[in-house]
């Protein structure tokens, strides 16, 4: 009796041969890609590459378009002034960073209240979730040509690195 039960601990014990996709699915990349560009806009004024590096029409110039757009370079301080030089104070920026987030959200000049930053949250918001879903029915209705597409990409040897 002891015996059986520890044979069928045994057996459910057991797991499956299968190794885990560690590559990079190119469908998920542009579906956070689509979802960071909407906030990315609607908080910053700016798309992710533009966030990330500060780099507009082609060159650096971070906290030089007046505010309309804010990059990282500009929230850690890398304004207009060189890197070597040191910061001034980090509490008038951050709230003048706040401000600007606040006016990029609210749509609005100078002034505007909680009700216009919370009603323009709510777009940005609805796309989000449309966008979900769009890729979530979208990779259903496409499963059997991604199937075949990522076979061929097993074939170029390609398949532990990449899959759509």
Same mark, same amino acid.
């Given at each position: 009796?002891?015996?059986?039960?520890?044979?069928?601990?045994?057996?459910? +014990?057991?797991?499956?041969?299968?190794?885990?996709?560690?590559?990079? $699915?190119?469908?998920?990349? %542009?579906?956070? #890609?689509? +979802?960071?560009?909407?906030?990315?806009?609607?908080?910053?004024?700016?798309?992710?590459?533009?966030?990330?590096?500060?780099? !507009?029409?082609?060159? #650096? $110039?971070?906290? +030089?378009?007046?505010? %309309?757009?804010?990059? =990282?370079?500009?929230? =850690?301080? &890398?304004?207009?002034?060189?890197? *070597? +030089?040191?910061?001034? $104070? &980090?509490? !008038?920026?951050?709230? $003048?960073?706040?401000?600007?987030?606040?006016? *990029?959200?609210?749509?609005?000049g100078?002034? #505007?209240?909680t #009700?216009?930053?919370?009603?323009?949250?709510?777009?940005?918001? =609805?796309?989000?979730?449309?966008?979900?879903?769009? &890729?979530?029915w979208?990779?259903?209705?496409?499963?059997?040509?991604?199937?075949?597409?990522?076979?061929q =990409?097993?074939?170029?040897?390609?398949?532990?690195?990449?899959?759509i």
């Open positions: 009796m002891i015996t059986g039960c520890i044979q069928m601990a045994r057996r459910k +014990q057991k797991r499956s041969s299968r190794k885990k996709f560690t590559g990079v $699915n190119v469908l998920s990349l %542009a579906e956070g #890609y689509i +979802q960071t560009n909407i906030w990315t806009e609607k908080l910053f004024r700016t798309n992710p590459f533009e966030f990330v590096t500060g780099i !507009t029409d082609g060159t #650096y $110039n971070p906290g +030089q378009d007046g505010g %309309a757009t804010i990059s =990282i370079p500009e929230i =850690i301080g &890398f304004g207009s002034r060189s890197f *070597n +030089q040191s910061g001034g $104070n &980090f509490g !008038t920026h951050a709230d $003048n960073l706040a401000g600007a987030v606040a006016r *990029n959200i609210a749509d609005a100078s002034t #505007y209240t #009700y216009d930053v919370g009603l323009g949250l709510l777009m940005p918001s =609805i796309q989000t979730a449309l966008v979900g879903v769009g &890729f979530k979208g990779k259903k209705l496409t499963s059997k040509p991604r199937a075949a597409v990522n076979r =990409i097993k074939m170029l040897g390609l398949g532990q690195m990449v899959r």
